[in-house]
């Protein structure tokens, strides 16, 4: 079962490592050999204080030097072992923080102390095991001790003996009493152990005994909504707002209830209540809405509801930036592109940005393909955040769209220096570097830089059909451009982007029949709409001998908005130049 807010509020956080296992060095008996002199003794004593004033004051070394004069005084000085290894754990040198540790409790095997001290560090080592049979020795020894049960219950929960655990909480709750920390540690127990009974039944024990507290009934309302039996779960939310009509823990788990339930009218009017309640926390309020537009679902069917109750937050909350944000993140999930960029660069405007909204925005700018906008934009972003590699991404995307294909490729090669553990950001960057390259006219780097894709993602098809477009255009390695390019018509043989690309190589080859059946194809799958498809098309018709058909669909090509002036020529001779 989740832990939530009535849990949370309820419960005592049993620190495993925190205890108050430690007694003052000042009320600890220092343990002298019997058989040193008394002068022995004396100096034994005089270094010992010393060693503790210098601890206390932080000066780790000269104590440690000092306990260690203690041992050459008495090797068997426990006191003086104890304190070398709580110094070394103090400086996470556990390993010997353990062998004094242990040494102490060898010459003073009564000393609890010792003992949870030593626990301690098998915790911070995460020798948990160990750490179980200390406490287990001293709890036989010490049973007046509550807190010595409780931390070893806790570590029973660690290493998932469960019903040792249970044993020890029952045994600290008949010596004193019903304990809501224990209760609800038991609960959890118990649904580990799968024993829901008696999970309930620990909580309804503290409904016995606190009557008139709300969150006990809060939480078992939370128990009984998981487990579907929503009529005893609305029982005890009617209970919680009987007791107190205000009670904001209820108002914001009865949603989830509601929402479990599918009863959404009552959802979204508690929502409401809640976005209007002066004493529930903001982020609270923000969490809800986290939640409902992480389940697509639920975001789909009532997307209307989540709009109007956020514009509700907004209105409540116009100096925070999170209602902005989530209606933002709201319209991204509507595709509602052009108002999630008028959202974002007003919080941008008004409020601190961050990576997250910067990111959002550079994509929409680069999927509406608003190039001069995400190349202004980009620049913003990567002197706000000069080690972040996706800006750099974008400005020579942008760069290198706004025919600034020098400047695109310096930007591409600085953004991919920060590049780290990102293989995928990375050949972006080498694919981007090929683009700027090419546009450049430095085709032996662009070649390289495509290869390098090649070479690490062989069936990359974007770089595939770029690629072997570009050769067939410069008239290089056709045979080659051709073996790559078909791979892109087996994984999609109804792209008419990659139709086309083959059928262009084809017809470089001089292979014109095939180009016209992968050309035709290519204008059967979407390329009707491409003018440069079309006019591929004609060309294509013209070479093997179909100049009427050539004709016409050069001028189609023409009408779709192609002022090519060879264009214009192809129609007026009706032949290729």
Not at 368 to 397: C, M, Q, W
Not at 451 to 461: A, G, T
């Amino acid at each position: 079962m989740r832990v939530k807010e009535f849990i949370l509020m309820g419960l005592v956080v049993i620190a495993i490592s925190g205890c108050r296992s430690q007694k003052p060095v000042t009320e600890r008996k220092v343990n002298v050999k019997k058989e040193l002199s008394e002068s022995k003794q004396q100096q034994y004593y005089y270094i010992f204080i010393e060693a503790n004033r210098k601890k206390l004051l932080g000066d780790f070394n000269s104590a440690l030097a000092l306990y260690y004069q203690c041992l050459e005084i008495n090797p068997e000085g426990a006191g003086a072992m104890s304190e070398i290894s709580q110094i070394n754990q103090i400086m996470k040198n556990y390993d010997t923080a353990i062998k004094y540790a242990k040494s102490a409790i060898e010459n003073e095997p009564d000393n609890k102390w010792y003992k949870i001290n030593l626990a301690k560090l098998y915790i911070l080592t995460q020798n948990y095991l160990g750490a179980a049979e200390l406490y287990e020795d001293v709890y036989k020894d010490h049973k007046d001790d509550l807190e010595i049960p409780y931390n070893l219950a806790a570590l029973y929960g660690h290493l998932k003996n469960y019903k040792r655990a249970v044993e020890l909480y029952d045994d600290i709750e008949n010596r004193a009493g019903v304990n809501e920390s224990l209760s609800i540690a038991k609960q959890q127990l118990y649904y580990s152990l799968g024993n829901k009974t008696r999970a309930y039944e620990e909580i309804e024990k503290l409904i016995t005994h606190y009557p008139n507290e709300p969150r006990f009934y809060g939480i078992i309302a939370e128990m009984y909504t998981n487990d579907n039996l929503f009529m005893k779960a609305e029982k005890n939310y009617n209970k919680i707002f009987e007791l107190d009509s205000t009670n904001t823990l209820g108002m914001l788990s009865i949603i989830d209830f509601y929402r479990k339930k599918m009863d959404y009218d009552n959802a979204f009017k508690m929502i409401e209540k809640v976005i209007g309640n002066e004493n529930i926390d903001f982020n609270q309020k923000v969490l809800i809405f986290v939640s409902i537009m992480n389940n697509q679902s639920e975001f789909n069917i009532y997307n209307q509801q989540i709009k109007e109750q956020l514009t509700k937050l907004k209105d409540k909350y116009p100096e925070k930036k999170d209602s902005y944000t989530l209606y933002a993140d709201y319209l991204i999930k509507m595709n509602l592109l052009d108002d999630a960029k008028l959202e974002i660069e007003y919080i941008l405007k008004n409020f601190s940005g961050n990576i997250v909204l910067w990111e959002q925005l550079l994509s929409i700018y680069s999927f509406k393909t608003e190039f001069r906008k995400l190349y202004i934009e980009s620049k913003v972003a990567i002197d706000s955040f000069p080690k972040h590699a996706l800006f750099y991404l974008f400005n020579g995307v942008a760069a290198n769209q706004t025919g600034k294909s020098e400047e695109a490729i310096e930007i591409l090669k600085t953004g991919l220096k920060e590049v780290k553990n990102d293989p995928e950001l990375e050949l972006d960057f080498y694919t981007n570097l090929g683009e700027a390259y090419y546009n450049n006219k430095d085709y032996r780097e662009s070649d390289y830089y495509f290869e390098l894709v090649l070479s690490k993602e062989p069936d990359n098809l974007y770089v595939i059909n770029n690629y072997s477009y570009y050769l067939s255009l410069r008239e290089e390695k056709l045979d080659y451009a051709e073996s790559i390019s078909k791979k892109t018509i087996q994984a999609e043989p109804n792209n008419d982007t990659y139709l086309d690309t083959y059928a262009w190589i084809l017809y470089k080859l001089e292979r014109y029949q095939d180009a016209l059946y992968y050309i035709k194809r290519a204008f059967e799958n979407g390329g009707a709409n491409s003018q440069v498809i079309v006019e591929h098309y004609g060309d294509i018709q013209f070479k093997v001998g179909n100049v009427e058909a050539a004709v016409e669909l050069w001028k189609k090509a023409r009408e779709m908005g192609n002022t090519d002036e060879a264009l214009l020529q192809k129609i007026e001779s009706k032949s290729l130049n």
